[in-house]
């Protein structure tokens, strides 16, 4: 027999519990389990005798077992940008509310270190994995994706892409996303509304496919007043502060003119007020500017930012929601949320007497 040390804790077992509530060890594990049905009275007492003996569940024999540990994985890059830590707290809230545990992950970038974190997942036969954000699109990518869902698909769970292009039709995955494009396309109608011409576009990385998606949809807007950008009107950068702050700088020095600036992100379009007001350039009554995501403190900037409001937390409840709530079939699921303008003080209507050039 095991001794333990004075005052050590006892370590109560599933036999504990099943004596207990006077059950069998496998009516106690189905209960835990929550994937075989069990009489409310049975789950009632089962329930009582694991609070009475401060049960915790071995979640390595669980998996041993073949039981689900009902983890949400939330996989992003970089949990420190706005958007995707309201992303990532939707996701938290809805798997709480259906009674599952979520993990946030972060890569840095790294595709090895998804790998590994997927993998890590499976093993843990995580209810399913969500990724997200734009990412590179290639047949390479494609490929990464295919196995990936297929793998989890074959352990139980689900691949979710919340906020990335689907990589098939029909592949072993559920699909969220937003109106990417048709955002950029609005905002920059809003301002050719209103007079703007020289409009300068303050992008990302052009093989980014959330970025691309923003610039296809400022140049839509432009085609449909009859125009396409001039030579140095599009500025790709990526989607921080210093990107913005860097490329107003670089705009200036060059002697660009443009009435109005579309960042394609409001941590983008907070480096590009920072660097009007260094120049001396007065927002919105000499350059209008616009950004994009709606991130709280766009309402707080001054002027207040006129920006496109992307549902992050809701994308992530609707990410939760899909993939716990369907079966366990191949067929993909697509669900798109919707974007819309959030009109703020920083973009004026030009006059008739207003100059096309800053």
Do not use: W
């Not at 590994?116 to 036969?125: D, G, P």
């Not at 098939?168 to 955002?183: F, K, L, M, R, T």
């Amino acid at each position: 027999m095991s001794r333990k040390s004075p005052g050590a804790a006892a370590r109560h077992t599933i036999r504990d519990v099943a004596a207990r509530a006077r059950v069998s060890a496998s009516t106690v594990s189905r209960v835990l389990g929550g994937s075989y049905p069990v009489s409310t009275a049975t789950r009632a007492r089962v329930m009582r005798a694991v609070r009475d003996l401060d049960y915790v569940a071995d979640a390595r024999a669980r998996a041993i077992a073949g039981a689900e540990t009902g983890t949400v994985a939330f996989v992003l890059d970089d949990i420190t940008g706005p958007s995707f830590a309201h992303m990532a707290q939707g996701v938290e809230r809805e798997a709480a509310r259906l009674g599952h545990l979520s993990l946030v992950c972060t890569t840095d970038g790294d595709p090895e270190r998804e790998r590994v974190l997927v993998e890590l997942m499976r093993a843990q036969r995580a209810a399913a994995v969500i990724l997200v954000g734009g990412v590179a699109d290639s047949p390479e990518y494609r490929e990464r994706m295919s196995r990936i869902a297929r793998s989890l698909a074959s352990a139980g769970s689900r691949l979710v892409l919340c906020g990335r292009a689907p990589f098939q039709e029909g592949g072993p995955a559920v699909v969220i996303e937003y109106d990417n494009e048709g955002g950029a396309h609005a905002i920059t109608s809003h301002l050719l509304s209103l007079g703007h011409r020289r409009i300068l576009f303050l992008g990302g990385s052009p093989a980014n496919t959330t970025a691309a998606g923003r610039e296809r949809g400022f140049r839509s807007a432009l085609a449909a007043y009859g125009l396409a950008p001039e030579r140095g009107q599009v500025m790709p950068g990526d989607f921080t502060r210093e990107s913005g702050h860097r490329r107003i700088q670089e705009a200036l020095a060059a002697g660009r003119s443009f009435t109005a600036v579309f960042a394609t992100s409001d941590m983008v379009a907070s480096g590009a007020l920072t660097a009007l007001r260094e120049a001396g350039v007065a927002v919105p009554d000499e350059v209008s500017l616009v950004g994009y995501d709606d991130i709280p403190f766009a309402r707080d900037l001054f002027p207040p930012l006129t920006t496109v409001h992307v549902p992050y937390e809701e994308l992530g409840r609707t990410a939760v929601r899909a993939a716990l709530g369907r079966g366990s079939g191949t067929a993909e699921a697509r669900t798109t949320l919707g974007t819309h303008v959030v009109v703020r003080a920083s973009v004026r209507q030009l006059g008739p007497g207003d100059s096309s050039d800053r």
